[in-house]
RNA sequence: GCCCGAGUGGUGGAAUUGGUAUACACGCAAGACUUAAAAUUUUGUGACCGCAAGGUCAUGUGGGUUCGAUUCCCACCUCGGGCACCA
C-alpha cells in the first residue's frame, strides 16, 4: 500500500500534515485593526459559532455540523479578502461541570481544564479555521471580571423617563435618578417596572438608606427580589426546570423522583422588560430566520389595549386593569384579582371574613404551585367582600379572587364580562350577574355552550348595544370609535402590556461567576469597585448543596462574613457578551478597546442551534442594547445574520445519545473517511437548517466525490485546447457556489461541483488553470485535500489564502440552448438552437419536428408562447 | 385553543420570477474486470399499459386561477415546532 503512495489519497497524512502546517504559519490569524484610526484597510466580517458548553462527554457527528458550515463560509470570506474574526472558546461554568465535579469528585476548574482538551483535540481534526490566540473562556477570571464589570454597569443603571413614558428610552446612571429625587418638588418619575413613586425632596432626604435602597431598587435594571424557584426538601437543592420531570405525584426530580415544590427565594433579577419595545422592534432590522423572529415575538408578547382606573368604594384604594379584548368593556359586569397579589391583603382588610377570603386565596396559590405552569386549570375563587366604582358608570362591580387571574400579566386585576369564555364560565359557577352588549350577526354565530348557557365571545362580529352612541356598529369596525370613546371620556388611556418577564439573574449554585456585591450588616447593598474585580471565586472543600437552597458559597465562612453575595451568576452571564472580547481578547483595562469593537461593530454571521432562541439569543441582544445607551458599543444589534443548524440524527431517527446507542463519534469517521470527507458529507446531507439522520451508506458518495477529484489531477495538462462547453459549466459553477455558501445552500453547491467533477472524468485533459479554479472553490469544503494538490501542482503559496475567483458574467453564458417545445402545456419534444433565438426562429425550429407537427395536425392554433431559450407553447382550438 | 413551518421516487433531497418535476447522491438490478469476493467501472432505475414506437398518470387530498402550477389562491388531512388561564 506504502509503495504507490504517490497516486493514492491518503487521508490521514494529508490532513495531519496540513494542520500542522496551518497552525505554524498561523494562516488564519485575524489581522488586528490599525489602533490610530481604528479603521484597517481590509473590510472586516466577524464569523461565529455559538459558545460552546466543553462536555466531558466528547463530541458526536451532530456537534460539529454547525461549525462546519460556519467554516466554509468564514474561509470563503478570507479568499475573497476580508479580514475574517473566526474565534473559538468556551462557555465552561454551570450546572453540567458541577454535576460532573460532584459525581466525579474532582473541582469543576480541574474538570474543564480536560474537557477543554478533549473538545481542542476533537475540533482540530476537523480542519476548522479559527484563530486561537483569541480563545477565551467565562470561568478564567480574566474574562468574568468583565462580566462582573457589566452586571455592576446594570445594577447602577435604571430605565426611565420623567416625561412621557412613550419618549424614547434609554439607560441611565442611577446617580441620575437621586438628583431628580433629591430637586425640589414632587417627582414622577415613570419607570419600567409600572410603579410611580410620588414624594418631594424632603420626602427623599427624610428616608433613612435602607428605605432608599428600597425605593431605588425598584428602578434598577438589576434589582433583587424574590421568586419562586423548584425546590426540592429531600435533596435539599434547588432545581433548574430541566431537572425537573412531571409524574403522576405531581413534579418531582428528574433524579430520584423526589417530590418538588415551588418556593419563594431570594434572587437577583434583571429587567429585560424594560427593553421589550425595542427588542421587538429590533427584529425588522435582522436577517434571521422568520420561525425564530416569530418564536421571540411570541416570547416578548406584545399586547395594545386599554388600562382602566377604577376607585375601590368605600376606600382611597385605586386599582388598574389592562383590557386588550375591550369591545365589550360596557359588558363588565365584576372584576377580578389574581389570588397571590400582591394588593391582596389591603384589599380584604377590615372585610368581615379576612382570614377566609386569604386562606382560600392561599390555598389556591399552594394548590397551583403543585403543577407545572399552565396545568392547574380549575375554576376556583371567592367574593371579597369590596366592589369597584364602575368607571363606565355601571354602578358598583363585585372584586372576586380568580385562579385563573396572574399577577404577573397585565396589572394582575381582570375586568370580567359576560363576552369572555372563561370570565363567563367563572360567572355561571359563582353565579355573577351577567349583561351582554354584543349580539351575533346571522353570518357569525360566534358562541360557545358552556354549563348549558350560551356566551357569545366573538367580539370582532358582534354587533354592538352599548354605549348608546356607538349601537349597531359591528364590534370589530369600530375598534377606534369605542378607544376615542372610552380615552375622550378618562375612563382608561391606551396602553401596551407584554407577556414577557424579567430575567432571573441567580443560580443558588457554587459554580458560577459571582455577583460582586457586598451586604453589610444593615441590610444595605455596596457593588464592589471596579479595582476590586475580579471577585473570585473561592475555593471549597465541598460543592454539595447546604440543604438550606443556599448556595454553597454560603457555607464559606470568610464568604460570609465579607458580606458577599451568595448567590452566582446563571448560565447566560458570560455568554451574554462573551462575542465582544474576541474582538480584542486579552486587553487588560477594558472588556475590549473601543477601536477594535468600532471596527468589528458587530457578528455578521451567527451560526448556532435555534434551540436558544428565547434565551441566549434575546438575554445577549438585551445586553447589547443596554451598552449601546452607554456608548460601549456601536451597533444596535448584535448579531446580523443568524443561521440555525438542524440536528443531526442517529440512524434510528432518535437524538444521538448514548442511551440509545446511535451516537456516531467524528473521530471513527475522520480515521477512517477522513475530515474532508466528514464536512462535505456532512454539508450535502441536506439543507443545513434541517433534522436529518446520519446514514453510513450515504457517506460513501461523498469519499467517492473527493476521489475522483484526486484521480482527474492525473489528467491535468499544462496548456490545452480550451473546450468552450466546459468552460461555461465551470464559470457557471464557480458563480453558483459563490450564491450558494452566501445563502449558505450547501447541499447544492456541493452537488454542482460532483457535476463538474463528473464531466472533468470525461474529459481527455483538464487544464491546470480550470482545475485550480475548480480546487479554489471546493477549498472552503474540503481544505486539507485540495491544499495537497495546490501543492502538487507547483505551488508554494496556501490555498487558503488564493483569492477567490471572479465571475465574469461573458463566460457563463450559454452558447447552445434546449428549447422544449408544449402543444397546451404538455411537453411533447425539444430541439437545440443557439442562445438568444428569437421567436420566429424558435417556431421555425419547432415546427420542423415530425413529433411536433403530428400534435398540429387539423388543428388550429390560437396562441403561440414563447419564453426566450426555455420553451414554445402551441395553444390549439 | 392560538400562532408558525413542512408534506416530491425504495432513501436523503433538487427545481431561479409560474416555464422540461425527480438534478446530485445513496440503494437496487444487469454487464465488464476477477478463480472468487471486495474495490473499480459501464448501463439502467417514478408508476402503469405496450414487443416496440409511443402513451397515460404522478409533487399529502379536493377545488380554483393560468397557454402552463411543486411554485399563486381557497378548503381539508397528516406531521413537526412555538405559545398557552396572557385578560
Redesign the pocket.
Known sequence: MKNNVQNEYDHLDIEKKWQKEWARKKVYKTEAPSTRSGQAKKKKCYVLDMFPYPSGLGLHVGHPKGYIGSDVFARMRRMQGFNVLHPMGYDAFGLPAEQYALEHNIAPQKAVIENVKTFERQLNKIGLSYDWDRKVNTTDPDFYRWTQWIFLKLFGSWYGSTGSPQATQKARPISELIKIFEKDGNQKVNSVSGKVQVFSASDWKAMDEKTKQDVLMKYRLAYEGYSEVNWCPVLGTVLANDEVVDSSKGLVSERGGFLVVKKEMRQWFLRITAYAPRLLAGLDTLDWS??IK??QR??I?E?H?LLFTAKVKDSDMVIE??????QACYADTFFVI?PDHPMLPKLVEGVANETEILSKAREIVDK?AKFS??E????DGIFTGRYVVDPLGNGDLPIWVA??????????????SAH?E??FAFAKKFNIKLKTVLLPTNEHLGKKVLNQEICFSDMVNGILTEPKELMGKIAGEATKDIIKYVTSRGFAKVHT?Y?MRDAVFARQRYWGEPIPLRHDKDGIIHELREKDLPLKLPNVKSYVPTGTGESPLAGVSSWVKAGLETNTMPGWAGSSWYFLRYMDPKNKKAFADINAIKYWKNVDMYVGGQ?H??GHLLYSRFWYKFMKDYGLVVTEEPFQTLRNQGMILGSDNRKMSKRWGNVINPDDIVKIYGADTLRVYEM????FE?S??W?T??I???R??L??VWKIKQKVIKKGKVDSKFEVLLYKTIKKISEDIEGF?F??S??SM??LV?EM?KLESVRQSDFELFLKILSPFAPHITEELWKQLGHKSFLVLEKWPKVDSKKTQELEV?I?V?I?????A?FDTHFGAREDEAVSGARALR?VE??LINKEII?T?F?PN??I?F?TK
Open positions: 422568520s420561525h416569530e418564536i411570541n416570547w408578547g399586547s389595549g386593569t389592562f383590557n386588550a379584548h375591550f389574581a397551583r405552569e399552565g392547574y386549570r380549575e375554576i385562579s385563573f387571574a396572574l399577577k404577573d400579566y397585565g396589572t394582575g386585576i381582570v375586568k370580567c369572555d372563561r370570565d402590556t407577556k434551540e432562541a428565547t450535502f446531507m441536506g439543507p434541517a436529518l439522520p446514514s451508506d450515504n460513501i458518495g461523498s467517492r466525490f476521489e475522483k445552500s447541499n447544492t456541493i452537488s460532483m457535476i463528473n472524468e434546449k422544449v408544449q397546451n402545456g404538455k411537453v411533447r425539444s413529433e403530428k400534435w396562441k408562447v419564453v426555455r420553451l407553447n395553444v
